[in-house]
């Protein structure tokens, strides 16, 4: 093929390349309130919002430390990161789609001849040949099935970190819950024991009086009441301390039982800041990792349907092989030995509608999914 024929073919479907089939993605824009129906008391709508480290503004240095630890050996919040790394290797895979692939190979070929089927006299029955080189193939990607892969798995990416969001905030969130529980259980078991303190020394008043007989038996009868109903709370109480020490080693990738000791010492209940930036209802929303994920879903659906729909049409590849053929291999890399051929060549898939349909039907899912009423507390990644 001559060099001027090998360059239409290239330049034929390079001029088509800008051609990318599917819908372009637009992000949804719902309609949000611009301010808040009725504003709270200690709630702030027009300070920046700074989350990062919301914990801090308890200002509890036993908090602080057990989230540390939590966010580093927690399970669920490991095995998130994982799947982001996971879908970072997979759009790099995809990113490698747009370079030429190349190989390298290398043969022996014994052969044998048969005499009565040869159209003309041969110098030769038996041959060995021997071949080594390269070959190269480059999808011109024509119809834009590449192009919208990328952004695909670019957005699948994007989904799963901020997946990976959501699990930190609810283990963030847990852990502070779970805190909170616990120094205020063990505030409330000292109350209880004072509150002993104090029935049983009325107790005892009361049985005092009424072996002078000053009172009747019926107020002692209530005094001893009143205490046993508080001794009764001391057990559940208890009980729902240890509970929240053990999830809170559970959170920390920890045995129960393992912060007994450590939160055995009585510290203060944290104590909430004194304004709670809310900002925008708008902003409210966008800081939602759960939110923020469906948006990008519908987004890699949405490129989908480009690559679906690519499938349908011809493709187009330029491939080339390079290398050296030879009879006896101590010829085989003599100049005389060299070979190559290059050209362009098309292939279409069969029976590809069905697919193109399906994306179609997992953009609607997701448009739906991302246009469905938001729940509290994280009720809309159910």
Not at 169 to 196: D, F, H, M, P, W
Not at 280 to 300: H, K, T
Request: proline content about 6%; hydrophobic content about 45%; some cysteine.
């Amino acid at each position: 093929m001559k060099l001027t024929t090998l360059l239409k073919w290239v330049w034929l479907p390079a001029l088509l390349a800008g051609c990318s089939v599917g819908p372009n993605y637009h992000p949804p824009k719902p309609a949000v309130p611009t301010a808040w129906s009725a504003a709270g008391a200690g709630v702030n709508t027009n300070r920046d919002v700074q989350l990062a480290q919301w914990w801090k503004t308890l200002a509890d240095p036993e908090l602080d430390s057990l989230i540390e630890r939590a966010v580093q050996a927690n399970y669920d919040l490991q095995v998130a990161a994982a799947r982001v790394k996971a879908a970072r290797a997979l759009r790099g895979a995809v990113l490698s789609d747009f370079l030429p692939t190349i190989g390298a190979s290398a043969s022996l070929t014994t052969a044998r001849r048969s005499q009565n089927a040869l159209a003309f006299p041969v110098r030769l029955l038996d041959t060995d040949t021997y071949q080594a080189g390269f070959d190269a193939s480059w999808d011109l990607d024509v119809f834009g099935g590449e192009r919208r892969a990328l952004p695909a798995a670019t957005a699948d990416l994007q989904a799963i970190e901020e997946d990976q969001r959501a699990v930190q905030v609810s283990l963030l969130a847990e852990v502070a819950r779970n805190y909170v529980e616990c120094r205020g259980t063990q505030r409330r078991l000292a109350i209880a024991q004072k509150n002993l303190n104090a029935q049983q020394e009325t107790v005892d008043i009361t049985q005092m009086r009424f072996d002078k007989g000053l009172t009747s038996e019926l107020d002692v009868a209530q005094a001893r009441t009143l205490l046993a109903a508080t001794k009764a709370q001391v057990p559940t109480l208890e009980t729902a301390l240890k509970q929240s020490s053990h999830r809170l080693s559970v959170l920390l990738g920890e045995a129960p039982g393992s912060l007994d000791t450590e939160l055995a010492t009585d510290s203060p209940i944290p104590a909430s800041p004194p304004e709670g930036p809310a900002g925008l209802p708008s902003d409210l929303l966008l800081r939602r990792p759960d939110v923020r994920q469906s948006e990008r879903q519908l987004a890699a659906a949405t490129a989908r349907i480009g690559v679906a729909k690519a499938e349908l049409f011809l493709k187009f590849f330029l491939t080339g092989t390079a290398g050296y053929q030879s009879l006896d291999a101590a010829t085989l890399i003599e100049p005389a030995s060299k070979f190559w051929t290059a050209g362009p060549f098309g292939a279409v898939a069969v029976a590809r509608i069905p697919a193109a349909q399906g994306a179609d039907r997992r953009t609607d899912g997701a448009a739906g999914a991302t246009a469905r009423p938001v729940q509290p507390d994280g009720a809309a990644r159910a």
